[in-house]
């Protein structure tokens, strides 16, 4: 079956604008989450949803936010780009939201801000 | 928040030879994951543990669940050049409160294997 889908896949913003990006997650899975990978700070939580609700969110300012649509796919939006901004950006999708369950990674979208 | 120490940060070997690595933790998981991550693309799952103590083996790969669920390490058995990237834990904790989980994760190993 088609794993974690993400678009796009690469991407050129400048200062000030805003970015959303998507995500598909495995079929049959409801929990998506999001993630910042950057070289000085490693692998971030960003946010989490599950039946289109939020269930966590990590430590981002409020110009990060994100979405989940009744198919279960989600999407992040970042307003107000900042150059450290710059980072790839990735999903994961699970079964449930529930410990235990085995999560699976999309191959992200890559974000720069210039 | 939760901190993962993965150590070591980077290694290089020679082909064919072991490898080991580990992350510790100041707080309990109930769940870790092992993942390998080529570089442009997103992290794989190599290994997930569930239980205090497990040991799971993935072909030349083995990962254990510390006893304390503080930390876990992995195992890579008779390294090959396609071995490389770099390796993540990831502990798994349970917000029972909101029936939410996260990832944290550790700052990965960087394996390098001379052919």
């Known amino acids: 079956k088609a794993g974690v889908t993400q678009t796009p896949r690469y991407l050129i913003k400048t200062r000030g604008q805003q970015v959303t990006l998507s995500c598909s997650p495995i079929s049959g899975h409801r929990s998506v989450s999001w993630y910042q990978q950057t070289p000085g700070q490693g692998l971030q939580f960003l946010f989490e949803y599950f039946s289109e609700t939020q269930r966590n969110k990590g430590n981002f300012p409020g110009r990060f936010s994100g979405r989940q649509f009744s198919n279960s796919r989600s999407e992040m939006n970042v307003s107000t780009l900042e150059l450290g901004d710059s980072a790839l950006y990735l999903c994961?999708?699970?079964?449930?939201?529930?410990?235990?369950?085995?999560?699976?990674f999309g191959e992200g979208s890559w974000l720069t801000v210039v | 928040g939760q901190q993962l120490n993965q150590s070591p940060q980077s290694m290089f070997i020679q082909e064919g030879e072991d490898v080991s690595m580990n992350c510790t933790s100041s707080s309990i998981f109930n769940t870790w994951l092992w993942y390998k991550q080529d570089p442009g693309e997103g992290p794989v799952l190599l290994i997930a543990l569930y239980k205090a103590g497990e040991l799971t083996s993935n072909g030349r790969l083995t990962a254990q669940f510390g006893i304390t669920r503080k930390d876990s390490f992995l195992n890579i058995s008779a390294s090959i050049p396609s071995d490389v990237g770099i390796y993540f834990c990831?502990?798994?904790?349970?917000?029972?409160?909101?029936?939410?989980?996260?990832?944290?994760f550790g700052k990965g190993t960087k394996l390098s294997v001379i052919p």
């Open positions: 994961a999708s699970s079964l449930r939201a529930n410990s235990g369950n085995t999560i699976y």
């Open positions: 990831a502990g798994q904790l349970l917000y029972s409160g909101a029936g939410s989980y996260q990832l944290t």
